[in-house]
């Protein structure tokens, strides 16, 4: 049974997304489909190398209400907003002395051969400012993400929306988040956008 901190009603909140094998077709059944006026910012770890993740985000840019870009150094995070870590970079949100959160990337060495790593950006959430997380696990081989995830809610509210195995290309990463019992909503690839609008809420 999930053992969860309980969430500060209308609290302030973000959004972070993991996804690897299968993730950018994924993404393009979750991402157009959410609101400009998503009341949250969005971090968003799609394991790929440098390089591609620039493309990506310009495409779902283009295809989304919600602003899409390629997570850049020192990026205030705004809501409405999706941040995508740049492919041969670990990105953290770290909180500023003004209590807003900015992007720093990195290149320290892969973790299990990933760089960018969604348990680096997840871990990183630790020390912000946020009152919830919303945590969404695609599509992908591995566990990525996990250690991070069970790590955060021992410290902060967690809310955890899993990809179901049958619209998984791979289903690793929601495999290991639903066999850590950390799981709050498993649902298909087709609802995932509106289970993150349904617990974030617009502005």
């Known amino acids: 049974?999930?053992?969860?901190?309980?969430?500060?009603?209308?609290?302030?909140?973000?959004v972070a997304l993991a996804c690897s094998t299968g993730g950018p077709k994924a993404l393009q059944g979750v991402?157009?489909?959410?609101?400009?006026?998503l009341d949250a910012p969005m971090v968003l770890v799609q394991h790929m190398p440098a390089g591609f993740t620039k493309s990506m985000a310009e495409r779902l840019n283009e295809i989304s209400p919600i602003r899409v870009k390629e997570a850049e150094e020192g990026d205030i995070l705004e809501k409405g907003s999706v941040y995508i870590a740049p492919g041969g970079k670990h990105m953290e949100v770290k909180k500023c002395p003004d209590g807003r959160h900015k992007i720093q990337l990195n290149e320290e060495p892969p973790i299990g051969g990933l760089r960018p790593c969604a348990n680096i950006t997840f871990s990183s959430l630790k020390d912000s400012g946020y009152d919830e997380i919303v945590c969404a696990v695609?599509?992908?081989?591995?566990?990525?993400?996990?250690?991070?995830?069970?790590?955060?809610?021992?410290?902060?509210?967690?809310y955890v929306i899993s990809q179901d195995e049958e619209t998984c290309v791979v289903y690793g990463m929601p495999k290991a988040i639903a066999e850590a019992g950390m799981v709050d909503e498993v649902v298909p690839l087709a609802e995932i956008a509106q289970t993150i609008t349904k617990n974030v809420g617009v502005n």
């Open 138 to 158: 695609l599509t992908g081989m591995g566990s990525d993400g996990t250690d991070a995830i069970v790590s955060l809610a021992k410290s902060k509210p967690v």
């Open 1 to 14: 049974m999930k053992n969860t901190i309980q969430a500060v009603k209308g609290g302030n909140k973000i």
């Open 31 to 37: 991402i157009p489909f959410l609101p400009s006026n």
